[in-house]
């Protein structure tokens, strides 16, 4: 009986550190929060463009004083470019939105200051879905250091936002051209074809420049697309109801 009372509480105890040793089925991964419809903010123009030529041997404020008036010229000769830059990217936007599989729609009437249009208060917006708000930051052209090429360059900001209660789903600042770095989220490295040799070249040729313009549109678009694309998995499209 002494024998069966010792090896008792020990058989009790390779059980147990049995079971603890039994295969775990693994955690399934985990899904990301589902999106169907996105609706999109008007894209405003952006006030200038300007031009910044780092290869210019001259001091500071000569280089200033150069560059400004060379923005002031690109600025006019593009002026019809620059106020298309709204519409365009709003448009591309819902574009590149659906082609993700989300639902995208323009957001019409908002009143906006008219001091700053891009300050909007998303509480008051009459809406349920989230909203993309997007900025541009900087928009031009730019001659690096090294360079005497003028490429492209456009920076701008995106914003996701909830409009309940103005919490930011998704957020970024990204770089295309000039200020990209490699294939990071956050960078979009402008197409090798758009370059030119001086400026009085990139002003010669309007058309090309503005056709540089639209696909530095189409590839912030894209890419803003499916930044959101791997936070938010797109949700089935919503049956309606009515008959």
Same mark, same amino acid.
């Given at each position: ?9 020990? %058989?009790?105890l390779? %059980? ?10 693994? @955690? /399934? ?14 894209? +405003? ?6 031009? *910044? ?11 200033? &004083?150069?560059?400004? &008036? ?5 600025? $006019?000769?593009? *002026?019809?470019? !620059?106020?298309?830059?709204? =519409? ?12 993700? #599989?989300?639902?995208?729609e323009?957001? *019409?009437? &908002?009143? !906006?200051?008219v001091?700053? =249009?891009?300050? &909007?208060?998303? +509480?008051?917006?009459?809406?349920? @879905? =989230?909203? %993309?708000h ?7 052209m730019?001659?690096s250091?090294?360079?005497? $090429? ?12 909830? =409009? ?6 998704? #957020? /970024? +600042? ?6 990209? !770095?490699? +294939? ?7 197409d090798?074809?758009h ?5 009085? *070249? ?5 058309q /090309?420049?503005?056709?540089s313009? @639209? ?13 959101? !694309?791997?936070?938010f ?11």
């Amino acid at each position: 009986m002494r024998s069966f009372s010792f090896f008792t509480p020990v %058989l009790a105890l390779c %059980l147990l550190a049995g079971c603890a040793r039994s295969p775990v089925t693994p @955690d /399934e991964p985990v899904q990301p929060p589902r999106l169907t419809r996105i609706l999109v903010i008007p894209v +405003t123009p952006i006030a200038k463009l300007h031009t *910044e030529n780092k290869g210019i041997p001259l001091g500071v404020l000569w280089q200033s &004083i150069a560059d400004r &008036i060379k923005s002031l010229d690109f600025n $006019d000769r593009m *002026e019809t470019m !620059r106020k298309d830059m709204g =519409p365009r990217m709003t448009a591309a936007l819902v574009r590149q939105l659906r082609t993700q #599989g989300y639902e995208a729609e323009v957001i *019409e009437g &908002i009143r !906006r200051p008219v001091s700053s =249009p891009d300050s &909007i208060d998303y +509480t008051r917006l009459a809406v349920t @879905d =989230p909203v %993309l708000h997007i900025y541009f930051n900087e928009v031009g052209m730019y001659s690096s250091r090294f360079s005497m $090429d003028y490429v492209p360059r456009v920076n701008l900001s995106a914003y996701l936002i909830r =409009p309940q209660d103005a919490d930011t789903l998704y #957020g /970024e +600042t990204i770089y295309y051209g000039a200020d990209s !770095r490699g +294939t990071a989220s956050w960078s979009v490295p402008a197409d090798a074809r758009h370059r030119w040799a001086s400026f009085d *070249e990139m002003v010669g040729k309007p058309q /090309e420049v503005a056709g540089s313009y @639209d696909d530095a549109l189409d590839a912030l678009a894209s890419r803003i697309a499916q930044n959101i !694309r791997e936070q938010f998995e797109p949700a089935p499209a919503r049956v309606s109801s009515a008959p």
